[in-house]
């Protein structure tokens, strides 16, 4: 069972910088895509990134032009450098790859705090 990891949450005072990464236990067939959600207090689930295998990016308005969503020279891992952050963006984050058959992959989230 393939099994996705964050990593590289943790506390930071608004205006600061995080770069999370998220790792594959093992290889991961036919991967289209990678991406990362959040889910922030009181809200659900909600997307904040992704990149294709072709390196195309998509990024949610609230995190475009802070964030930026990789590739890693690694097979199947992915960052995000997130910039310029705000109390806004204190949540869990999660790794997610997509699959045409079955479940998709979620890793079980980063915590990023952000303080004012």
């Known amino acids: 069972q393939v099994q996705l990891v964050e990593s590289g949450g943790g506390l930071v005072q608004a205006g600061g910088s995080l770069q999370l990464s998220c790792a594959a236990s093992s290889r991961i067939e036919h991967v289209l895509l990678m991406g990362w959600y959040r889910q922030t207090p009181g809200n659900q689930r909600e997307f904040v990134a992704s990149?294709?295998?072709?390196?195309?990016?998509n990024y949610a308005a609230s995190v475009e032009g802070r964030f930026t969503i990789s590739r890693g020279g690694a097979e199947n891992t992915l960052f995000l450098q997130m910039n310029n952050l705000t109390p806004e963006d204190t949540g869990v984050y999660y790794c997610?790859?997509?699959?045409?058959?079955?479940?998709?992959?979620w890793g079980k989230g980063t915590q990023v705090t952000v303080s004012s």
């Open positions: 997610k790859v997509p699959r045409l058959i079955g479940s998709d992959y």
């Open positions: 990149i294709s295998s072709g390196d195309i990016t």
